[in-house]
């Protein structure tokens, strides 16, 4: 399974992106799919992820209001709409995807940088 990520870029504070990430390759039927960041200096973090089955979803505080996760099952792809952007949202977004809650996240995008300016 092979996960492409796009939509990163520069921004102002107060911009928006929207960030892609589409599975391919074998038969792939997601437990779940999120996006995480990792900013120069900090550990990665999980920003954002959204489960197959129920859509449920889940959010770290930090962006909460402003970003939405969201997917497309046809595709396979699952998006992250970034509103209200802040200059700490600075960082490397790498989505990922996992098959069971057993296994967790095993596969990881390239990541897209996504960079806000003040």
């Known amino acids: 399974v092979q996960l492409q990520a796009s939509g990163g870029g520069l921004v102002q504070a107060g911009g928006s992106l929207r960030l892609s990430c589409a599975a391919s390759?074998?038969?792939?039927?997601?437990?779940?799919m999120g996006w995480f960041r990792q900013a120069p200096g900090k550990e990665r973090e999980s920003v954002a992820r959204?489960?197959?089955?129920?859509?449920?979803?889940y959010y770290t505080e930090s962006v909460k209001g402003r970003f939405t996760i969201s997917r497309d099952n046809a595709k396979n792809t699952v998006y992250l709409e970034m509103n209200s952007l802040k200059p700490e949202d600075t960082a490397v977004y790498y989505c990922?995807?996992?098959?069971?809650?057993?296994?967790?996240?095993?596969?990881w995008g390239q990541g897209t940088q996504v960079t806000v300016s003040s």
């Open positions: 990922a995807a996992s098959e069971s809650a057993i296994t967790g996240y095993k596969y």
């Open positions: 390759g074998r038969t792939f039927s997601p437990y779940s």
């Open positions: 959204i489960y197959w089955s129920n859509s449920r979803t």
